[in-house]
């Protein structure tokens, strides 16, 4: 399949005039419904009117890839905006960066298109030069006339690339445990990978190792020994990470296919694990990730 069957002249709006990312999906969904590429609108509502967007790749300080699997739409479609100046920050965004928005629509049996879509034009537009050109671009041909646009192939094999997260969290082995604890409790992660200077997986903090960690801290909570209800900081800010995490780390490439991902993670009864590219951390994989990504809506 190539990008151009779903993403089409009419599907373009280049310049895009649109002050924020809600403002320029909106603008985006709008465009497929004038031209016939989304037959239900009503069914688009939510994306148009809620705040935040629950699926948006980000690709390096300038794209975002919202995505959406909607009975909205009967084929997979693509539309891309390109706006002339960075869009407007969200509310406690210091500075906004993102000029381009690449929206992907697809049908709920339409899993594996999908996320090939996805993972295809996410890895086009990790380049520099790429975006580069494709903010130049001022009509629907100058972004065809991109090679790495108007000539993307999407490859038919799905791979663990496709749906890991892409953006990880991740600690060092001189991190210490309370800086780890504050970043578990804001993301709400149940799992944190620490890796070496070169990004080389070391090892992985679960919320299970955490637990066992501040044992006794909680055994004192229960007894009442500790009356002001607060862990001890001193004992957090002095044990390093490496003292706590799991040494013995499964991790994955991120070239794998899925079904044999799926049968690991089933008959070893893995969570999740973290993904791996040329001996470095690229992403993480949860199961929950796999539903998600090829069951839900």
Same mark, same amino acid.
């Given at each position: 399949?190539?990008?151009?069957?779903?993403?089409?002249?009419?599907?373009?709006?280049?310049? =895009?005039?649109?002050? +924020?990312?809600? !403002?320029?999906?909106?603008?985006?969904?709008?465009? =497929?419904?004038?031209? @016939?590429?989304?037959?239900?609108?009503?069914?688009? #509502?939510?994306?148009?009117?809620?705040?935040?967007?629950?699926?948006?790749?980000?690709?390096?300080?300038? *794209?975002?890839?919202?995505?959406?699997?909607?009975?909205?739409? #009967?084929?997979?479609?693509?539309?891309?905006?390109?706006? /002339?100046? &960075?869009?407007?920050? !969200?509310?406690?965004? &210091?500075?906004?960066?993102?000029?381009?928005? *690449?929206?992907?629509?697809?049908? /709920?049996?339409? !899993?594996?298109?999908?996320?090939?879509?996805?993972?295809?034009?996410?890895?086009?537009?990790?380049?520099?030069?790429?975006? %580069?050109? =494709?903010?130049?671009?001022?009509?629907? #041909? #100058?972004?065809?006339?991109?090679?790495?646009? %108007?000539?993307?192939?999407?490859? $038919?094999?799905?791979?663990?690339?496709?749906?890991?997260?892409?953006?990880?969290?991740? *600690?060092?082995?001189?991190? $210490?445990?309370?800086?780890?604890?504050?970043?578990?409790?804001?993301?709400?992660?149940?799992?944190?990978?620490?890796?070496?200077?070169?990004?080389?997986?070391?090892?992985?903090?679960?919320?299970?190792?955490?637990?066992?960690?501040?044992? &006794?801290?909680?055994?004192?909570?229960? +007894? %009442?020994?500790? %009356?002001?209800?607060? &862990?001890?900081?001193?004992?957090?800010?002095?044990?390093?990470?490496?003292?706590?995490?799991?040494?013995?780390?499964?991790?994955?490439?991120?070239?794998?296919?899925?079904?044999?991902? *799926?049968?690991?993670?089933?008959?070893?009864?893995?969570?999740?694990? /973290?993904?791996? @590219?040329?001996?470095?951390?690229?992403?993480?994989?949860?199961?929950?990730?796999?539903?998600?990504?090829?069951?839900?809506?």
């Amino acid at each position: 399949m190539r990008l151009t069957d779903a993403l089409l002249p009419e599907h373009i709006v280049a310049p =895009l005039h649109a002050d +924020t990312f809600r !403002a320029a999906v909106t603008t985006l969904v709008q465009r =497929l419904v004038d031209t @016939g590429a989304v037959v239900h609108p009503e069914r688009l #509502e939510r994306l148009t009117t809620d705040d935040r967007v629950r699926d948006v790749v980000h690709v390096g300080d300038r *794209v975002l890839l919202p995505h959406l699997r909607t009975d909205a739409v #009967e084929r997979l479609v693509v539309s891309i905006g390109v706006s /002339p100046t &960075p869009l407007r920050a !969200a509310p406690g965004v &210091p500075e906004a960066t993102e000029q381009v928005v *690449v929206l992907v629509l697809a049908p /709920p049996a339409a !899993a594996n298109r999908y996320l090939q879509m996805v993972a295809a034009l996410a890895r086009a537009l990790r380049t520099d030069d790429v975006v %580069g050109r =494709l903010v130049e671009a001022r009509s629907p #041909e #100058e972004v065809l006339a991109i090679p790495e646009i %108007g000539e993307l192939v999407v490859q $038919p094999r799905l791979t663990v690339r496709d749906i890991m997260t892409q953006r990880v969290y991740r *600690v060092f082995p001189n991190t $210490p445990v309370s800086e780890l604890l504050d970043l578990m409790s804001r993301n709400d992660l149940k799992a944190v990978p620490v890796v070496g200077e070169k990004r080389e997986v070391l090892g992985v903090v679960t919320d299970r190792d955490l637990l066992r960690y501040l044992l &006794p801290e909680i055994v004192q909570f229960g +007894t %009442g020994e500790r %009356g002001d209800g607060r &862990p001890n900081q001193r004992s957090l800010r002095d044990t390093p990470v490496r003292e706590i995490m799991s040494r013995s780390v499964m991790c994955i490439s991120e070239d794998q296919g899925i079904a044999e991902l *799926v049968s690991i993670m089933v008959n070893k009864d893995v969570e999740r694990l /973290p993904v791996v @590219g040329e001996g470095r951390l690229t992403g993480f994989l949860t199961r929950g990730d796999i539903l998600r990504k090829l069951f839900g809506r």
